[in-house]
Structures are given as C-alpha cells and as structure tokens.
C-alpha cells in the first residue's frame, strides 16, 4: 500500500492525548502506523488550539505544553486562514468546525481520508471520510 495522505480531526487526536478510552486505542495505533513513516499525518491550527484548551482543563499547563510539542513533530499543520473561514460559513456543512476542518484538508490536496469519529459532520466532504476502525481495517486486508 502506498503511503496514505491522512487529515486528523480534532477528536482524533484528542483521544490519543487525553487517553480517552476506547477510542485512544484506534489514534495510538494511526500514530504509530505514522512513526513507521508509513503515513503522513496533517490537522489543521485549530485542532491544536482545541486540543490544549481541553487538556489543560485536564492536566498541569506544563504537562500539557509538552505533550502539545510532542505532536507537534509527528503533524504537519495547516493554518485556518480567512479564505477557509469564508469558505466555511458558506459551505453546505452545517457545523462551522467540521467546515473549517474540510476547508483546511482541501488546502493540503491529494489527502487520502479525513480521519474522525464524527462522520456525520463531514457528509459534504469531498475528501472521503474514515473512522480509526475503518482505517486499521482498510490496512489489516
């Protein structure tokens, strides 16, 4: 299998970072296809703000600063520009973070899945869409 091209929602890697069983099982195991170098992980600015806004109601400020930086060096980012806010707001998806997110894959180009638990949010995508289940299947045939 070529190398997959995968954008991570917010939940995605807030499961793995928070440990929320079960679900930090699916996100341990794609980051760990990625450490292989078997995938290239991407998520846009605002799942990383999101991501520490909640784990530091969790956690101690330094504790979650570091785990912030460790995943930093496993993603590549894209920025939430105004083009994709726009975007967003007039796109057919009804909740603005799922559009921001699409808005924010798009920009990447030639992604394989935008990977998330809420894939009832992203039924405008045109990037095709997958839960970790779904991903760990595709790549255990």
Do not use: H
């Not at 954008?7 to 980051?31: C, E, H, M, Q, V």
């Not at 030639?110 to 779904?134: A, C, H, Q, W």
């Amino acid at each position: 299998m070529a190398k997959l091209k995968l954008f991570l929602d917010t939940n995605i890697i807030i499961d793995l970072l928070a440990d929320r069983k079960p679900f930090s099982n699916g996100a341990y195991l794609i980051f760990k296809e990625a450490k292989k170098n078997k995938w290239k992980l991407y998520t846009s600015s605002i799942s990383i703000l999101t991501t520490y806004y909640l784990l530091e109601k969790q956690i101690e400020t330094k504790v979650a600063n570091r785990a912030i930086e460790t995943i930093l060096k496993r993603l590549e980012i894209q920025d939430l520009t105004k083009k994709e806010l726009n975007l967003a707001i007039k796109s057919e998806t009804i909740d603005l973070e799922d559009a921001c997110q699409i808005e924010c894959a798009k920009r990447i180009g030639k992604l394989n899945y935008i990977v998330t638990r809420d894939k009832k949010g992203f039924k405008k995508s045109v990037i095709d869409v997958i839960n970790p289940g779904e991903l760990i299947q595709l790549i255990n045939q």
